[in-house]
């Protein structure tokens, strides 16, 4: 059998002009990554990633550690299938409409807005945001340039196809992702309906390593959102 870490990316810059970048926390947590995986002797045969900058960062700060040690870090893979989805993007093309079609959505719209502070700020968007994902994952809110749940899923599932189709036997693989692929690779492995898959994605924190067991046959949950490698409680954190 053969091991995919499953790792996501470290904290983006959330309330900067451009979230697509890691903070200096989100830097910190990837290089706390590399260096754990060091001591613990963790070597992989290959690494893959998004195409996204904080998730090329991600595992080019956790390979720093390896490169320090003198050991080999694999060159990374890009692969596209691993992008993250773009509900964000939905929510600012399409407010308006979802606002006038789900009067509570509007509600919790206008709290984030008028929240003060970095805390009310993670915490009245999440809320608006998990209710915005679950109406695109039933199909009742859409918006153009933005791929369905469906498709999304359809896309995840054939790149960790194309991951775990590989050859050889008892490879150690590393893939650096977003929340969404993630679920769906939990979906995947558990075999579960999209409410409990999301139910667990949304517990998955920054920088943090979900373990699947692969064969050509069979992908199984071996471990779940593991963040051994941030001691510290600061350093842990969902967004």
Not at 128 to 151: D, H, I, Q, Y
Not at 203 to 228: K, M, P, Q, Y
Request: glycine residues 10%; aromatic residues 10%.
């Amino acid at each position: 059998m053969s091991m995919l870490a499953l790792v996501r990316h470290g904290q983006a810059s959330f309330f900067s002009d451009n979230y697509d970048q890691l903070s200096p926390l989100g830097e910190q947590q990837a290089r706390l990554l590399g260096e754990y995986w060091v001591r613990r002797g963790v070597r992989f045969d290959e690494v893959f990633t998004g195409p996204r900058v904080r998730q090329i960062e991600t595992a080019a700060l956790a390979g720093e550690a390896f490169a320090k040690a003198g050991l080999p870090w694999p060159e990374p893979v890009f692969m596209p299938e691993l992008d993250e989805h773009q509900v964000d993007r939905l929510i600012k093309l399409t407010m308006p409409q979802i606002g006038q079609d789900y009067p509570d959505i509007k509600e919790m719209h206008a709290a984030y807005l008028a929240a003060e502070g970095p805390r009310d700020k993670h915490r009245t968007f999440q809320l608006m945001f998990e209710r915005v994902v679950m109406l695109w994952v039933a199909g009742k809110v859409e918006a153009p340039g933005v791929e369905s749940w469906a498709s999304f899923k359809q896309r995840v599932g054939a790149g960790l196809r194309r991951i775990t189709g590989g050859e050889g036997r008892g490879r150690n693989v590393a893939a650096f992702t977003s929340v969404g692929a993630i679920t769906v690779g939990l979906q995947l492995s558990l075999g579960c309906g999209d409410r409990a898959a999301f139910d667990m994605g949304w517990r998955v924190r920054n920088a943090s390593v979900t373990d699947l067991i692969f064969s050509r046959e069979r992908l199984t949950l071996e471990g779940f959102n593991s963040c051994a490698h941030l001691e510290d409680p600061a350093l842990v954190t969902f967004r």
